[in-house]
């Protein structure tokens, strides 16, 4: 068997489901850039590009380690065994991931020479250097409890700024707020993986396994319920477009997976074995609806 794997089995380490949760909030940060009057649509593409670019040299790395300090096992639920089953080496994986990374940063640098906003590099650097050390030594962000709000920051607030600024060199304080229903739902997937894995997890620190289920279930439940009291704000403030009341349509599957977590703290744990991926759904519907009643204003 080759080392090198094959095409499924990169598509399979490169998670391509998990491509919204990046390509969502870049896309609101063109959107705050669209509404200053200074988007272009070949800069935005070109910076999602190396953002992807990023995004996937870092989830190669993620695992990687993951697999190095045995965290990931055949015994898992994992949506990706690549690297633990040594369909591809781990240590071919690393190389390519350097690769790509070293890409990513010369894209980034071309792009800051091209149009004179140096400070890309700085959001480039920043969000290469936490998803590297999120499980990379010696930080090992994953592993001290420091996972969910490393991603809370990065994929949540970083991207949407880090988008807006490339495309006119300056930051958009506002958006922040606009932010916080991408960043929530994105940490909602990553708060609903970590009570599945509680058990597996044992050897790490997580902040589920810290507070317990119980606890770690009103967690949940206030990341699914705060994205629609923050639509329903700016709302009333008229910062989004009727149409994000639509984001209302979503309501019953955000009732859904309460009930279902619910269930799976209550000694169904099998309930918790897909939670991750529908809360996954919710993020994406939630959010194209919100970036659509934010484009309409």
């Given at each position: ?22 390509i ?18 070949p ?17 190669i ?15 898992q ?59 990379a ?81 009103y ?38 997976l ?8 209550n ?31």
């Amino acid at each position: 068997m080759s080392e090198r794997g094959n095409i499924r089995d990169w598509l399979e380490l490169l998670r391509l489901f998990s491509w919204p949760c990046i390509i969502l909030p870049a896309a609101l940060g063109g959107l705050f850039a669209y509404h200053q009057g200074d988007f272009s649509l070949p800069r935005f593409l070109y910076l999602l590009t190396g953002i992807l670019l990023i995004h996937v040299s870092i989830t190669i790395v993620n695992e990687y380690y993951d697999v190095k300090f045995e965290i990931d096992t055949l015994e898992q639920q994992k949506p990706s065994k690549v690297l633990v089953e040594k369909r591809i080496n781990p240590e071919f994986s690393l190389q390519i991931a350097r690769i790509l990374m070293f890409l990513a940063a010369l894209a980034i640098i071309g792009y800051a020479l091209l149009t004179g906003i140096g400070g890309v590099i700085i959001f480039a650097a920043l969000g290469m250097s936490i998803g590297y050390f999120y499980t990379a030594p010696p930080l090992n962000l994953k592993y001290r409890g420091l996972g969910l709000p490393a991603n809370f920051i990065t994929l949540g607030l970083l991207i949407p700024q880090a988008v807006v600024y490339g495309l006119n060199g300056s930051l958009y304080p506002a958006g922040l707020g606009l932010s916080l229903p991408p960043a929530l739902l994105i940490s909602a997937i990553l708060w609903a993986n970590d009570m599945r894995d509680i058990e597996a997890d044992r050897e790490i620190i997580t902040l589920v396994g810290f507070l317990g289920l119980n606890k770690s279930y009103y967690v949940y439940l206030m990341m699914l319920a705060l994205p629609y009291f923050v639509m329903l704000y700016y709302f009333l403030n008229s910062r989004i477009s009727l149409l994000g009341l639509l984001t209302l349509l979503t309501l019953p599957l955000a009732i859904k997976l309460a009930r279902q977590a619910r269930r799976g703290i209550n000694q169904q744990t099998e309930m918790l074995a897909y939670l991750d991926e529908k809360t996954a759904v919710l993020m994406l519907v939630f959010n194209m609806i919100w970036l659509l009643g934010y484009f309409t204003l």
